[in-house]
């Protein structure tokens, strides 16, 4: 199994940023990079090869599900592991983002001291398979 290090975080609202990356750099310790947008991440996720991609779903310009999908027509990116992260987690939208790829959804608000545990349990379970 690989170790998770890289992640790519793709969130639009600055102050969520900021508390992901202390949870993710400082709680974690994993490499991350944000983008603000979906537009963003696909230019730099080809440069940084995540390990794993945090996505929200509802961003200004183009939202989550697309961005994931413009992703994975890049066959570079085609296999990266995608979590959703998003307030919108009745059941049938969760089922939608797992049809769409993600390999789990992160409910927010999230608790950051939780955020690392909760995206390596996710990357233990997609290694398994």
Not at 27 to 53: K, N, Q, R, W, Y
């Amino acid at each position: 199994m690989s170790q998770l290090q890289r992640i790519l975080y793709v969130e639009d609202e600055p102050d969520i940023q900021a508390v992901a990356r202390v949870a993710l750099e400082m709680v974690g310790g994993f490499t991350v990079e944000i983008c603000s947008s979906g537009v963003e991440a696909l230019s730099v996720a080809p440069v940084f090869m995540p390990d794993i991609i945090l996505l929200d779903v509802m961003m200004s310009g183009m939202d989550g599900p697309t961005t994931l999908t413009r992703l994975r027509e890049q066959p570079e990116l085609a296999g990266i592991p995608v979590i959703f992260m998003t307030a919108r987690i009745q059941p049938h939208e969760v089922l939608q983002y797992q049809s769409m790829g993600a390999i789990g959804v992160i409910p927010k608000p999230f608790d950051p001291m939780q955020l690392s545990d909760q995206v390596r349990t996710f990357w233990v379970e997609v290694q398994a398979e």
